[in-house]
Nanobody, 114 residues
Framework: QVQFVESGGGLVQPGRSLRLSCAAS????????IGWYRQAPGKQRELVAR???????DYTESVKGRFTILRDTAKNTVYLVMNSLKPEDTAVYYC????????WGQGTQVTVSS
């Protein structure tokens, strides 16, 4: 069974950056299938970075140009680099495989506030 452990969140000021980590363990699978989600207070969970079949990433419009997925296959880890953070990016961030959802991790809280 695949397990995801997210980390790297915190409180940051608007305009700053954060790098989130998603460590995957368990059954062997392709980390290139891992995407990132977020859930803001009172809102549904949304997919913000979705791997596509041709090894590119489809980013939701609100984060395009600011968020980037990086991968370290040796560590079975996927990163979400978030630049130019905005208060509306405040949410709990999760990783998972969009085409075949696994058990959710605990997520990591990102709060963007001055």
């Amino acid at each position: 069974q695949v397990q995801f452990v997210e980390s790297g969140g915190g409180l940051v000021q608007p305009g700053r950056s954060l790098r989130l980590s998603c460590a995957a363990s368990g059954s062997i699978f392709n980390i290139y299938a891992i995407g990132w989600y977020r859930q803001a207070p009172g809102k549904q969970r949304e997919l913000v970075a979705r791997p596509t079949g041709d090894d590119t990433i489809d980013y939701t419009e609100s984060v395009k140009g600011r968020f980037t997925i990086l991968r370290d296959t040796a560590k079975n880890t996927v990163y979400l680099v978030m630049n130019s953070l905005k208060p509306e990016d405040t949410a709990v961030y999760y990783c998972n495989t969009p085409l075949s959802l696994k058990v959710w991790g605990q997520g990591t809280q990102v709060t963007v506030s001055s």
